[in-house]
Nanobody
Framework: QVQLVESGGGLVQPGGSLRLSCQASGSTLNYYQVAWFRQGPGKEREEVICISHLDGNTYYTNAVKGRFTISRDTAKNTMYLQMNSLQPEDTAVYYC??????WGQGTQVTVSS
């Protein structure tokens, strides 16, 4: 059983930044595919960014290109989502996932002036 606990969401003004954290227990985040998804109001859940288990590269949706980065700290068994230049359309509940099997509880990000 893998447990993922997210933190770091909140209210931010357009153009601002936030860093989300996802603390894992029960398995290592290293070597496996990890990703961040989001679900905006009235929208379906979408994958935002991931680290591939096949080649270790980062893949992301075009909407966040150049603004969001994903990373993981193996010593802390924690993954991060750094979000810069946030826009109102980034407002969503953000979820981390381990291999698409286990999911965090979600953390709300609201971008508004």
């Amino acid at each position: 059983q893998v447990q993922l606990v997210e933190s770091g969401g909140g209210l931010v003004q357009p153009g601002g930044s936030l860093r989300l954290s996802c603390q894992a227990s029960g398995s290592t985040l290293n070597y496996y595919q990890v990703a961040w998804f989001r679900q905006g109001p009235g929208k379906e859940r979408e994958e935002v960014i991931c680290i591939s288990h096949l080649d270790g590269n980062t893949y992301y949706t075009n909407a966040v290109k150049g603004r969001f980065t994903i990373s993981r700290d193996t010593a802390k068994n924690t993954m991060y989502l750094q979000m810069n230049s946030l826009q109102p359309e980034d407002t969503a509940v953000y979820y981390c996932t381990w291999r698409g099997i286990y999911w965090g509880q979600g953390t709300q990000v609201t971008v508004s002036s």
